[in-house]
Each structure stands twice: as structure tokens, then as C-alpha cells.
């Protein structure tokens, strides 16, 4: 009963929640009946209470990948944002050229004077799903800009050819007036609660109560976000170094690497986002290829140094000896060198290669923690593989069960070859113990549905309800005879609707 009660949490009813939705067929995706109430967070520390321990291969934190539990509640973060909403009242486009469910990634700004902008035009992301596969995008949409040359599209394709784990990737773009102007949409790759680098290491966050993945929320006051651990800050080198090379090796040049561009998209994961769109919005100028390439190495310099000083205004040239001093103070000698190197004082070409290669040490540590990270996730797939296995069984079950239509089907009766699946059904679910009191085990539940799924010789002995008969069959018979209960069911079914089960 002890593992019963640690597993079968996760599974709790979450009706009084308040988001019971309405599931729209079309999309695949959850809409909110109206009147919309407002949704209390969940309760994410019942959906992946701790696996009991001798279950998990790993509950410890590795670089890359958190322990199990809260790598299960961050996946059900992202899933629950994937599904949501926008707002009611914000009047966005219903559907803009096969996107749909449009909802604004960007924090509201109530001064228009305080909204940043993306080189002389401002800018908002949407998570929006694609009608075409129903899958989830981020939408940059650049308002009031008319793109005049169809050609600037060309660096789309450009941009969609690189693909590295560190970039964004970029999968078309288009203009529009679905929002009362002229805006050219860029579609990206959507990362289901990143945060910016600037946001997760330069923005205080307002008083309030903050979720515990493990309970209650509780109250704080303004807080401080934390520095970037040193080891963490090397984690991000590699990876912003490791894109850099890959796009000057295309011969481009990334030209957004700035905090609020490089996005967080998992435990010390990063991602250079927004690509692209400089060189659509300037592609009438002429530019100097291996200029924008010196000035990417610059950009990674001034990322570096902002981020060790939590401060976006570190890099400016009144403040910056003070700024590197501060880095001095907390981080390695080290850090300082590569800064150094990238701001390129004395006038040095410098290249990606070389600093590769002042780097390269950690690119080792790196490569260790990443292939750690894929054995962990592995462990982790294969406490879960069995699920859909089972779940498809179940309904399979469920579906050939109980159907009023079989009541009085003699197949089904006493003497019926089909009457072991009810007996079965009563074994599996329906068993009290010597005192009468119902047996709920979920592990005797999941053993005999194994071996009804590997269809094994062991018998079992099925008694009926009235304890006047009994019979003796192999796991093996009775699958045999659900899959043909069950081809029958859906040989009816599929001669008026073909498909319904996969
Ligand atoms: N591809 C993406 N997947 C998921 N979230 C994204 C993606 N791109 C951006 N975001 C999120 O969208 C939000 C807004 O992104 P944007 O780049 O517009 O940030 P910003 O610079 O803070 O906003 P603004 O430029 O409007 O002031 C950020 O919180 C960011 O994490």
C-alpha cells in the first residue's frame, strides 16, 4: 500500500484546480471556456511527488539535468504553459497565416517609454501553434515595419540551414497586417519557459509569493537574482563560443549575442535567439562580413563581463575598468583573460579558432557533462517506457469491457469463450481480502498486465463472482482472446469510422 500511496499521487484529480478545459479536437490544445475564472497555480508537488528510491537510478542534481524530481516538475511547468491561454481582452488575431492561439512572451510594460527596442523598431514574441503540425512557435513580430524587399527573405534560408543546440532555429517569416500595421513575423523555435539571460541574472523580482516545487509558495520581498556560479558562467562560454563557430565557419555572424537575446532553456542551457532578423531588417545596407565577425567576439566580451556584474550597463566605456575590477573580485583570473582577449584592446584580429583554444579545457569538462546528462535522461526514458504500453492496454480493455451491447451476448455469459476476459477483469481490479475489504495494489495491477501484454504460459486460477466456478487459463489464452474480442470491437467500428485506433 506504502508504494500505492507514493505512486498513485501523481494522479490526482485536479478538477478544483479551476482550468478543467474544454479540449479543442481541431488543435489538439486546451481553450478556456468562458466566463474564464482565474487559474490557481498547481499543486506540481502532487503531480511528481519523489519516485520511491529504489526506483531511480539517479536523485542527484548533475550539471546538465536537475534531479529526477524537479526535472519532472519543471517538464510539467512546460508542458502546462504549452497548453495555456492568453489573457481574455488583448485582442489578438485569431489566426494569422496558419498559426493560431497567439499568447505574448513579452512582460507587460505599462510605459511605452521603458520598452526596449530591436535596432530603431519595437518588437514582441508570441507563442502561437502551428495549424499545420500543431506544435508551438515563437513569433518575433517587428511592428510598424514595412519590408520592402522580398529578397531579404534569402537570410531566412540562410539562418534555417544552421542548426546547432545553442541557436534558436529559425523556420520562416512573413509580413502582415493582422495587426492593424505593417509587421514582419520571424518564426522560431518555442522553448517553453525560457527566461532571458537578463532575466534570470540582472532583474530583481518584485515581491510576491514565489512557488516552491516542493510546496507552498511563500512570501519574499524584492529579491536579487543570484550571480552566475563560475562553473555555470564556463558552461555558457563553451556554448555561445561553440554557435559563434558554427555560424562564422558558414561565413555569417550571429549579431544578437546580448543578455536579453540568449535565452535559458533548461538546467545551464542556453540559446542564442532572434537570429536573423538584423539582417532583415538592414538588408538594404551594405556590410563588412569580417567586421560584423570581430564584432560578435566583442558582444560575447561585453555578455560575459554584464552578466559577472549583473548589470547590462557593465560593458559601457565610463564604467568598464571598475566593471573589470568587480569581475576581478569574484571570478577567476582566467574569465578576466578571455574578456580581455574578446574586447581585442590592442587592436588584435582575433578569431573564433584561437578562442577555441584558449577555452579548450573546459570544452572537455563540458563534453563530460553532457554525456552524463544523456546517460541520466536515458535512465530517466526508461523508467517511463513501459507507460504507453500499458496505457494502450488498458484501453483496449476499456474498451471491450462492459459494453451494454455484449449483455446479452452468450459469448459473454457463463459459458461464453469470452467470459475469462470478465473474470480477468475481476482479478485484476476487483479483488478483497479475507475480510472483504478491496485490494487496491497498483504493482499486482501492473504484474498482470505485463504478463497479459508478453502473453506468458503461467496460469492463473479465475473465480467467479458467486465463488461457484472457477477456471484455470495461461496469461497467454486470455490475450488471445482479448486481441480478438478487440479486433472485432474495432473491425465494427472502422466499417463507419476507419482510424479511431491506432
Ligand atoms: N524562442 C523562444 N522560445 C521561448 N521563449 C522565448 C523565445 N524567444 C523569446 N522568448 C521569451 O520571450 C520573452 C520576450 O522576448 P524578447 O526577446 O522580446 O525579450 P525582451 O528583450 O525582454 O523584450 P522586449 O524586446 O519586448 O523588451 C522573453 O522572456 C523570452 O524568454
Not at 477 to 500: G, Y
Amino acid at each position: 500500500m506504502g508504494q500505492l500511496d507514493e505512486l498513485g499521487q501523481p494522479y490526482h484529480e485536479d478538477s478544483h484546480y479551476g482550468y478543467v478545459s474544454e479540449y479543442d479536437a481541431h488543435s489538439a490544445y486546451y481553450t478556456i471556456p468562458s466566463p474564464v475564472f482565474l487559474r490557481q497555480p498547481l499543486n506540481y508537488h502532487l503531480y511528481t511527488t519523489t519516485i520511491p528510491s529504489s526506483f531511480v537510478q539517479s536523485a542527484s542534481d548533475s550539471h546538465f539535468v536537475p534531479s529526477t524530481t524537479e526535472l519532472r516538475t519543471s517538464l510539467q511547468r512546460r508542458s502546462e504553459t504549452i497548453r495555456g491561454t492568453a489573457a481574455p481582452g488583448l485582442n489578438l488575431p485569431e489566426e494569422i497565416q496558419g498559426y493560431h492561439t497567439f499568447v505574448p512572451l513579452d512582460a507587460q510594460v505599462a510605459n511605452a517609454n521603458e520598452r526596449r527596442k530591436f535596432g530603431n523598431w519595437f518588437s514582441t514574441t508570441y507563442r502561437a501553434i502551428a495549424t499545420a503540425d500543431g506544435v508551438p512557435y515563437a513569433l518575433r513580430r517587428i511592428e510598424n515595419f514595412r519590408l520592402v524587399q522580398q529578397a531579404a527573405f534569402v537570410h531566412v534560408d540562410k539562418w534555417n540551414k544552421i542548426r546547432h543546440p545553442s541557436i534558436v532555429t529559425i523556420h520562416e517569416a512573413f509580413t502582415t497586417r493582422a495587426f492593424n500595421d505593417n509587421s514582419l513575423v520571424v518564426v522560431y523555435t518555442y522553448h517553453a519557459n525560457a527566461q532571458t539571460l537578463y532575466d534570470a541574472y540582472c532583474k530583481s523580482k518584485p515581491p510576491g509569493y514565489q512557488s516552491h516545487p516542493h510546496g507552498r509558495g511563500v512570501f519574499q520581498g524584492r529579491t536579487q537574482p543570484p550571480a552566475v556560479p563560475e562553473r555555470t558562467l564556463w558552461s555558457y562560454i563553451v556554448q555561445l563560443a561553440s554557435a559563434i563557430k558554427k555560424v562564422h565557419d558558414a561565413g555569417m555572424a550571429v549579431r544578437t549575442i546580448d543578455l536579453t537575446k540568449v535565452l535559458v532553456t533548461g538546467q545551464n542551457r542556453v540559446r542564442i535567439s532572434s537570429c536573423g532578423v538584423v539582417e532583415l531588417l538592414t538588408h538594404d545596407t551594405p556590410q563588412d562580413m569580417a567586421m560584423l565577425q570581430q564584432e560578435d567576439l566583442n558582444m560575447l566580451g561585453r555578455l560575459i563581463l554584464c552578466l559577472c556584474c549583473a548589470n547590462p550597463a557593465a560593458a559601457n566605456p565610463q564604467g568598464l575598468h571598475k566593471s573589470l575590477e568587480n569581475m576581478g573580485r569574484t571570478y577567476g583570473n582566467e574569465v578576466s583573460t578571455i574578456v580581455l582577449y574578446l574586447f581585442g584592446k590592442n587592436g588584435h584580429h582575433r578569431t573564433v579558432d584561437q578562442l577555441l583554444d584558449l577555452i579548450k579545457t573546459h570544452f572537455v569538462i563540458e563534453m563530460n557533462d553532457a554525456l552524463s546528462a544523456s546517460d541520466r535522461l536515458e535512465n530517466e526514458l526508461l523508467t517511463e517506457l513501459e507507460n504507453a504500453r500499458l496505457v494502450r492496454l488498458l484501453c483496449k480493455f476499456g474498451f471491450i469491457n462492459e459494453r451494454p451491447e455484449f449483455a446479452r451476448d452468450p459469448r459473454w455469459s457463463e459459458t461464453g469463450d469470452r467470459y475469462p476476459i470478465k473474470l480477468f477483469r475481476d482479478y485484476v481490479f476487483h479483488q478483497v481480502d479475507e475480510n472483504g475489504n478491496p485490494v487496491v495494489h497498483l504493482s499486482h495491477v501492473l504484474t498482470c498486465l505485463n504478463k497479459l501484454d508478453a502473453g506468458t504460459d503461467e496460469k492463473i486460477m479465475l473465480v467467479s463472482r458467486d465463488e461457484q466456478s472457477c477456471l484455470v487459463v495461461s496469461y497467454s489464452e486470455l490475450k488471445q482472446c482479448i486481441d480478438s474480442a478487440f479486433s472485432e470491437l474495432s473491425r465494427a467500428s472502422s466499417l463507419s469510422t476507419p482510424h479511431k485506433y491506432r
